[in-house]
């Protein structure tokens, strides 16, 4: 039952990463372009290191070669989920028929999705190990912070008073938590189903980090941009890449 109060501070901890963008404009933070290329090179390095050397690892141990299938469906599961609710790909051209407010309900419902299935890796990662799930939480809260503050700024973008905005970022958030208690309390009663599912989780990490972060970072072209990416894209790594060994210790 210690795992599942671990899991369960876990995902709180992530939930409340969605006030951040709220918190920003307390402050009177300014988030530049820079901050965001480091945020995200950092997260897309973190993911991809989880992936390979913390969920892959744990997942090949128990379920051997079979795993990587399930990884590779984990990939296309999140590429179906993101196509189908159209979640951060909704290009200004290609969105006209909708009101900007359907824009920001639609943000909303994506976000809200992926939120649960972030849930459902921080229980799996935690049913593995503690340290497992410690890894897999940090990887998502580094993804998170980038994605809340540019999922806040599509709600004010569509319209919503920032009060009425942050309370459906948090909102959203909170199917986190919901993803952590069903997946948790589901994969205990279904052991087997264990390390299927982190080797899916493996596979939404490497998803989001190459189909969604790298897109990003690729957007620059001049040379001290590409070399503040790697540099950050390699300290995530490396973060996560040492964690992994200190945990596992």
């Known amino acids: 039952m210690d795992s599942f109060i671990y899991a369960l501070a876990s995902v709180l901890l992530v939930s409340l990463i969605s006030l951040v963008g709220a918190l920003l404009l307390f402050f009177k933070f300014k988030v530049s372009h820079n901050h965001l290329i480091i945020t995200v090179s950092f997260a897309a390095g973190a993911m991809l290191a989880a992936a390979f050397f913390d969920l892959l690892p ?3 141990e128990q379920a051997g070669e079979g795993a990587l299938q399930f990884a590779f469906v984990g990939i296309l599961l999140f590429l179906f989920i993101e196509s189908f609710l159209h979640w ?6 290609k969105c006209d028929v909708y009101s900007a ?3 920001g309900y639609m943000n909303l419902i994506g976000d809200g999705a992926h939120n649960f299935l972030d849930g459902i890796v921080i229980a799996s990662a935690y049913l593995v190990s503690v340290p497992v799930g410690i890894i897999a939480t940090i990887a998502i ?3 998170e912070i980038p994605q809340e503050i540019g ?3 599509v709600l004010l973008h569509a319209g919503f008073k920032k009060e009425k905005a942050l309370f459906y970022n948090f909102i959203s958030a909170t199917t986190a938590i919901a993803g952590t208690i069903i997946g948790y309390f589901f994969l205990s009663a279904s052991q087997p189903l264990i390390p299927i599912a982190t080797a899916m989780a493996a596979g939404g990490f490497i998803y989001i980090a190459t189909s969604d972060l ?3 970072i690729s957007k620059h072209h001049d040379i001290r941009h590409l070399a503040l990416q790697l540099f950050f894209v390699l300290v995530g ?6 964690l992994v060994g200190a945990l596992h210790e």
């Open 101 to 103: 407010k359907s824009v």
């Open 214 to 216: 790298f897109p990003e």
């Open 58 to 60: 744990e997942a090949l």
């Open 237 to 242: 790594a490396a973060t996560i890449y040492l």
């Open 88 to 93: 951060h790909h909704c290009q200004k051209e």
């Open 141 to 143: 809260i580094a993804h």
């Open 151 to 153: 999922d806040f700024a």
